[in-house]
């Protein structure tokens, strides 16, 4: 079975938390980009509406219907619910984000799901452990090489993202990303977040831990696996 095939099934799944007038936050992704479409059918089939918040600009263009309500981006209003995707998830749902380079917009509105979060994705995404997966930090343009440097010094080794143009690739949030990689696996994920989070010029990490209750994974065999 085809990766896209088993995104759609897990996108799908997640249809069957979706509830009349919710308050939901969408996730970036390809992953997303299924659900965004299923959920748009889904709504029209049942003269539903929902309020929706965005973690990115591309999936808050996907989800223009007059089905789905967008709230301002200040996220004054508390969640329901946040549904996104994840580059790769462990056995304690610990996950590696922003491949799509939403990160911190994505940490953002996950927080402000009351209900915490809901992980669609598929079994190529399954880890023991973390570290397969670049680990996307967002940090600052001004004095980025500087912040790279500090990241370096804990022994740490990467590259700043770029487009197919071989220009910077840019954020939501106007910031840059260097991607982390690993020779082995991350031993304590919440330990390498604080430590990268106390440097200057860093932003934000692709960690999230203690934010994801369900994972809802697409197997080859076409069933969907619930982690919790």
Wanted: glycine content about 8%; some cysteine; proline content about 2%.
């Amino acid at each position: 079975m085809n990766q896209d095939h088993l995104k759609q099934l897990a996108a799908h799944k997640a249809l069957t938390f979706i509830y009349d007038k919710m308050k939901l936050g969408i996730g970036s992704g390809s992953t997303v980009a299924y659900f965004i479409e299923a959920l748009k059918n889904q709504l029209k089939e049942k003269n539903w509406q929902i309020y929706a918040s965005f973690s990115s600009e591309k999936s808050k263009q996907l989800a223009s219907c007059q089905e789905i309500i967008h709230l301002d981006d200040s996220l004054e209003t508390p969640l329901d619910l946040y549904i996104d995707g994840a580059d790769e998830i462990d056995s304690n749902l610990f996950m590696i984000k922003g491949g799509g380079k939403a990160l911190l917009r994505e940490k953002l509105v996950c927080h402000a799901s009351s209900n915490g979060m809901i992980v669609i994705l598929d079994e190529t995404k399954l880890s023991k452990k973390l570290g397969n997966h670049p680990l996307p930090i967002e940090i600052i343009p001004f004095g980025y090489k500087s912040t790279i440097r500090r990241i370096e010094d804990l022994g740490l080794k990467g590259s700043l993202r770029r487009n197919k143009e071989g220009k910077m690739d840019i954020t939501d949030n106007g910031n840059y990303l260097f991607d982390l990689t690993f020779t082995s696996s991350i031993d304590d994920p919440i330990e390498l977040h604080h430590k990268l989070k106390n440097l200057l010029g860093v932003v934000e990490t692709g960690l999230f831990f203690h934010v994801a209750k369900k994972a809802l994974v697409a197997m080859n065999d076409g069933s969907v696996r619930i982690y919790e």
